[in-house]
């Protein structure tokens, strides 16, 4: 049944704990339930599909509908050869999926532990931490073609998948499942320089648990939890500059955190943003978190407009100091 709420408060369905009122929100329980809105006409007016709210900026009041992804269930499709293929519900809790793979023995996600949000965005938005991409493990993506009204499956290649991009950030799809195949053998994945000093700490190759047990405890020693502050997590991309450009700040300021590129150098944005002297600092009723300058937090009670405000503040004030743009890798909904 189709059961379409009024004037509703998204408060609970965000990270950053925006009261932002919509003026609808319908619920997707199944995968069936998107097709119905379709034939309903719903996805012909303006709508946001959301997950777990976590990489958005929310306005503070939506005048289109807001369509929460809520459908769940796993079913592994097979477990043969040391591979084991299972298709997930887009609804379905991402970190909770995680932990699920790891008991289960399913191998290939550790290093994706504790990134908030759904398993459907994961793909949307091609999550990815401590030198692990979502992108690596997908088979297969199911996805409801507004256009058309119809239902597609899309192989890896099909889904376009680049760094926190794919196809569905382009197209008119909603996300209904994923397909990842995982290995029943697990091999840590020590390629990003904090996961080797987790093994360095450690003292032994990790299990499966032991690595998610210690990337968590790192995540969470450096980023706010979503029950306890309110963020999006990295609120700007690293920008990419000219080798050029990258020589010139490199000489002015030697310990810039920079890694080498196709395009030039990736420069890290919390440190421009740290160095910048934003760190810590209060606009209003949002600052900068103390412990990582990349992202924006809510301290309670503040509107998208003020984290806007406070964005514009820092970005410009990077692009005074270095002549670099910042844009944000959060995304900005608009009233
Ligand atoms: C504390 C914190 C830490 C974070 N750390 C990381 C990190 O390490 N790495 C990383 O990559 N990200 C990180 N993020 C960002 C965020 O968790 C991810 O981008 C996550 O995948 C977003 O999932 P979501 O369900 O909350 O998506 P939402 O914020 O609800 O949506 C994000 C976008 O995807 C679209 N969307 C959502 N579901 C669907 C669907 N089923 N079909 C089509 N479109 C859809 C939405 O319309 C929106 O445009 C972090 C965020 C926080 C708050």
Not at 6 to 11: A, F, I, V, Y
Not at 93 to 114: I, P, Q, R, T
Not at 159 to 184: M, N, P, Q
């Amino acid at each position: 049944m189709l059961t379409v709420e009024e004037h509703t408060s998204l408060k609970d369905s965000n990270t950053f704990g925006i009261d932002c009122r919509a003026a609808k929100v319908v619920t997707v329980s199944d995968r069936s339930d998107i097709a119905q809105f379709y034939a309903r006409g719903l996805l012909n007016g303006k709508h946001l599909v959301l997950g777990g709210g976590s990489n958005v900026l929310l306005p503070d009041s939506y005048s289109g509908t807001a369509i929460l992804m809520r459908n769940k269930g796993l079913r592994v499709l097979s477990d043969t050869d040391g591979k084991v293929e299972v298709e997930v519900e887009a609804g379905e809790v991402w970190d909770s999926f995680v932990k699920h793979c790891v008991a289960s023995g399913w191998h290939g996600l550790e290093n994706l532990v504790a990134i908030p949000g759904t398993v459907g965005a994961a793909a949307v938005g091609n999550i990815g931490a401590y030198g692990a991409e979502v992108s690596e493990v997908i088979t297969k993506v199911t996805a409801f073609d507004k256009d058309s009204g119809s239902w597609l499956q899309l192989d890896n290649q099909s889904c376009d998948f680049a760094y926190r991009d794919s196809l569905f950030k382009h197209r008119e799809f909603i996300v209904g499942s994923v397909t990842f195949c995982l290995s029943r053998t697990y091999e840590p994945n020590t390629s990003y320089s904090a996961v080797a000093s987790i093994v360095e700490r450690l003292g032994h190759t990790p299990t499966a648990t032991e690595m998610v047990a210690a990337i968590e405890e790192t995540r969470w020693s450096k980023l706010p939890r979503p029950e306890e502050k309110g963020s999006a997590g990295s609120f700007f991309k690293n920008p990419v500059v000219a080798a050029e450009k990258y020589e010139q700040l490199k000489a002015q300021y030697p310990d810039m955190v920079a890694f080498p590129v196709a395009e030039g150098y990736k420069l890290a944005a919390g440190w421009l943003i740290d160095r910048a002297g934003w760190k810590g600092r209060t606009l209003g009723r949002c600052g900068v978190y103390e412990k990582q300058a990349l992202v924006l937090v809510n301290h309670g009670g503040c509107t998208g407009e003020e984290v806007r405000l406070l964005a514009k503040e820092v970005a410009g004030d990077v692009c005074r100091k270095y002549g670099v743009t910042l844009e944000p890798e959060t995304i900005f909904v608009e009233e």
